[in-house]
């Protein structure tokens, strides 16, 4: 079963950065809107940002400038760009898309495609010193 795997979490220290990545496990994803959230340990789930299917961008206020969603010109994948890490960013960063599934690259060709949508299991990024 195709799932949303995310990568690129990982120890970093304050004030560095990391890019995480979310893309599918198999086949060819065609993104539509997609969305990054989080958890801290001990604290409730939060929004963190989401592009559009017309690829607008939205982030929550206290992120905004220093982090940047984005997805690549084939809407294969979506990324997270995270500056100016603060030790508060530590969390299980997850990964959220909706669009169309390609199983291999002969559907894609004919336009054969299942809708989805999706979570991923999450990765984990941890800003300390």
């Known amino acids: 079963q195709v799932e949303l795997v995310e990568s690129g979490g990982g120890l970093v220290q304050p004030g560095g950065s990391l890019r995480l990545s979310c893309a599918a496990s198999?086949?060819?994803?065609?993104?539509?809107?997609a969305a990054w959230d989080r958890q801290a340990p001990g604290k409730q789930r939060e929004w963190v940002a989401q592009?559009?299917?017309?690829?607008?961008?939205n982030y929550a206020g206290s992120l905004e400038g220093r982090f940047t969603i984005s997805r690549d010109t084939a809407n294969n994948a979506v990324y997270l760009q995270m500056n100016s890490l603060k030790p508060e960013d530590t969390a299980v960063y997850y990964c959220?898309?909706?669009?169309?599934?390609?199983?291999?690259?002969?559907?894609?060709?004919?336009?054969?495609?299942?809708?989805?949508?999706?979570w991923g299991q999450g990765t984990l990024v941890t800003v300390s010193s």
């Open positions: 959220y898309a909706d669009g169309r599934y390609y199983l291999n690259y002969a559907d894609l060709v004919n336009e054969r495609y299942r809708n989805f949508n999706l």
């Open positions: 198999e086949g060819f994803f065609r993104f539509n809107a």
């Open positions: 592009i559009t299917r017309g690829g607008s961008t």
